[in-house]
């Protein structure tokens, strides 16, 4: 038996009224958290008094792919065969090129009435593919609520009788796989000056680049291909504008000398709980 310690509270969209989703974390019967309470050794990391201080936000993309539920193959694909090859979908509107959009707008409007800081969702490169955002977001709750708005995900695609898949390449070949990017700044980041900082936690993220890619998730070595705007994932590597790097800096960032980075490594199906904090105690910490 596992205790439920409740830890992040949010409006139940579905029930609504006085109803509420309650985020809880696993501990044993004798009060220890379970091995994959991975919530639990996050909140000891943006408890450090140097992290609290640093004030950490994220704003993590969570991409996913919606398959037909008997045929388990991406929604507006035909039976048994591809559509055309990337390129018109990304951003599409359109009956032949965008598919799903009532349950991403669904989906939109269920997390903002829950609470959540959801700030915006595309359709994707591969077609059946979207992602939404959530903004900017404090230390652990961006891990919070990346899982209720995973949580509210399937909920609706529940009620649409699809399912959605977070597998880092859903499908083989020269098709996009999906990635939860991670971006970040801290305090001294988003400050004037802070593009240095930014440059010692890339080379910080450098030096244990196994040790992360080890914990963003399972089945990212189909992705990091060094093909589909992905960076090999043997290989750390960073720039400016780049989508094929493994830490990707803003052009905005550069040009203001402060802001953020985004950790482009992460694949659709990772544990915010862990990227989140190792990040953290990489660049803060490390
Ligand atoms: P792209 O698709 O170009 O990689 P998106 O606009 O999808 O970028 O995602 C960028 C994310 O970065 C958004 O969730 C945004 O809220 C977040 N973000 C913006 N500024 C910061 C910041 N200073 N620190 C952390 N995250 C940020
Ligand atoms: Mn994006
Ligand atoms: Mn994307
Ligand atoms: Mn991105």
Known sequence: MQKKSPQAIYKDPFRKGNHILVMCDAYTPAGNPIPTNNRNKAVKIFDHPNVKAEEPWFGIEQEYTLLKKDVKWPLGWPLGGFPGPQGPY?????????????????????????????????????????????????????????????????????????????????????????????????????????????????????????????????????????????????????????????VRVGRDTEREGKGYFEDRRPSSNMDPYLVISMIAETTILG
């Open 90 to 246: 990304y951003c599409a509107v359109g009956a032949d090129k965008a598919f799903g959009r009532d349950i991403v707008d669904a989906h939109y409007k269920a997390c903002l009435y829950a609470g959540l800081s959801i700030g915006g969702a595309n359709a994707e490169v591969m077609p059946g593919q979207w992602e939404f955002q959530i903004s900017p977001t404090v230390g652990v709750g961006a891990g919070d609520q990346l899982w209720v708005a995973r949580y509210i995900l399937e909920r609706i695609t529940e009620i649409s009788d699809v399912i959605v898949s977070y597998d880092p390449k859903p499908i083989e070949g020269d098709w996009n796989g999906a990635a939860a990017h991670t971006n970040f700044s801290t305090k001294s980041m988003r400050k004037d000056g802070g593009l240095d900082l930014i440059k010692e936690a890339i080379k910080k993220l450098e030096v244990k680049h196994k040790q992360h890619i080890a914990a963003y998730g399972e089945g990212n070595e189909r992705r990091l291909t060094g093909k589909h705007e992905t960076a090999d994932i043997n290989k750390f590597s960073w720039g400016v504008a780049d989508r094929g790097a493994s």
